[in-house]
């Protein structure tokens, strides 16, 4: 049978990996978004030393 201090902890721990897994997603959804950025200006960049301006139009 299971008590309610252990089903008190089974439902901390629970509670507590989801929050450790929703942090590790969003801290890899900023590092995308990051790198999605630094890719663009890096593309713009050489665009404009291209002078390619259907690249510049995005």
Known sequence: ????????????RAFSTSMMLLTAYGGYLCVMRGHRYWV????LKLAAENQDTAIIKD
């Not at 049978?1 to 901390?12: E, F, N, P, S």
């Open 1 to 12: 049978m299971v008590t309610a201090k252990r089903l008190a902890d089974i439902g901390y």
């Open 40 to 43: 663009k200006q890096k593309q």
